[in-house]
């Protein structure tokens, strides 16, 4: 998940906000070779004006250019992609999913969960609360594999301590042998 909007002057470089927002090889492919095309024309232009002939210099000035707006929209393109839908066709959202989760019914809750997960991936938030979910209708293996998979995410730091708090409450329930919720009641 993003946090918060990308700064307009990282579209600057091309393949930067990709690396930034998801950690992107492909955005690293783009932002190393924009490096050395660059390094390669200002070392051409005025180190070493003799490399290439004027045409192709200007030639290759044209092709960074290309290259600069090609890869721009293609990292503008791809942040798009990365950020959440505001609101589903189906009008779910996270409100709506913690009402579920407040009111004990799980199934509803999970259902919601689930599907906000599957439309990103990347949303702290609902894995968290998942793992929640899941650590009170006692299914400990599915929740613990959730708090993996969530501390993976640069998003996750902001909920590092729940996390954490989670992860210490799992092992309780799992030392301990507790009884979890009835999942018969949730209604």
Known sequence: MIMG???????????L???LASGNWLGLVWAVGFAAL????IFASLWWPELLTVHVRNGVWLAAA?????????AW?????????EASPAGVT?????????RADWFGAERILLELMGRN????????????????????????????RLELLDG???WALEIHQERRRLEEVASAGEPVLDVGRAA
């Open 156 to 158: 996750a730091r902001k």
């Open 94 to 102: 996270f409100a709506d999913a913690n009402n579920h989760y407040l």
């Open 121 to 148: 991936p990347r949303d702290v938030d609902s894995g968290l609360l998942l793992a929640t979910l899941w650590r009170h209708t006692g299914r400990i293996a599915e929740a613990s594999q959730q708090l993996d």
């Open 38 to 41: 660059t390094n390669l024309l």
């Open 77 to 85: 393109r791809n942040v798009q992609e990365l950020e959440p839908d």
């Open 66 to 74: 290309v290259y600069w707006g090609v890869a721009s929209i293609a």
């Open 5 to 15: 909007r990308m700064p307009l002057l990282a579209y600057l470089w091309p393949g």
């Open 17 to 19: 906000p990709m690396i």
